[in-house]
């Protein structure tokens, strides 16, 4: 199957400083790629979809401004998680592809 | 609002045998579904998909079954394996691939020698 990195693996943080977590199609083009995220024994919930060279599109309860989503080529999105507090530690992963294929995922602690 | 349920938190197959993976849904709209498994910090891998055209896909070891009337969909593995101990994720989308999905809350299978 397809191939989605992600980067970084983990990151531990300052609260109230911004983390930016790259995510990468390795052998297909997306146009479109989704950034979800996963609480502790909790499911996967999408947070937003992003599209190459347009605006991201956000669900319902997640804040556009806190999480900034890029998507400036067909191989690569990013999510800026800005200004980040202990509450926004959590398992990002991103997807892409059809059917969609997930990254290893990006483990988020903020202190 | 839970859209797509597993009942089952966990499940104990022994090895050679039958693994039986349940998911509900509520909503009407959705015409895709996937099953993923997931080892801990990793994550999902697509394991097999089935349009809502369709009651029945077969991939190898897994089949998926949907029951569209009763808004069902299970997952069996045959033989269970020990490195399908895992935790399974059913997944629903509406339309396209431009769509997200919405997951359930995931079944750990452990399957037992």
């Known amino acids: 199957g397809a191939v989605v990195s992600q980067h970084p693996s983990w990151v531990i943080c300052k609260s109230g400083t911004s983390v930016k977590i790259e995510c990468r199609s390795l052998d297909f083009q997306a146009t479109t790629m989704f950034w979800y995220r996963q609480f502790p024994k909790q499911s996967l919930m999408l947070m937003a979809t992003s599209n190459e060279g347009s605006k991201a599109t956000y669900e319902q309860g997640v804040e556009k401004d806190k999480f900034l989503i890029n998507h400036a080529s067909l191989t690569l999105s990013t999510l800026t998680v800005t200004s980040a507090h202990p509450e926004d530690s959590s398992f990002y992963i991103c997807s892409a592809g059809e059917p969609q294929y997930f990254g290893p995922g990006t483990r988020l602690l903020v202190l | ?113």
């Open chain 2, 1 to 113: 609002d839970q859209q797509v349920k597993q009942n089952s938190p966990s499940l104990s197959v022994q090895e050679g045998r039958i693994s039986i993976l349940n998911c509900d849904y509520t909503n009407s709209m959705f015409d895709y579904f996937l099953w993923y498994k997931k080892y801990p910090a990793e994550g999902p891998t697509f394991l097999i998909s089935i349009s809502s055209i369709k009651d029945k896909n077969e991939d190898g070891r897994f089949t998926v079954f949907l029951n569209k009337s009763a808004k069902h969909l299970s997952l069996h593995i045959v033989p269970s394996q020990p490195g399908d101990s895992a935790v399974y994720f059913c997944a629903a989308r509406v339309g396209g691939g431009a769509d997200g999905l919405t997951f359930g809350k995931g079944t750990h299978l452990i399957i037992q020698p």
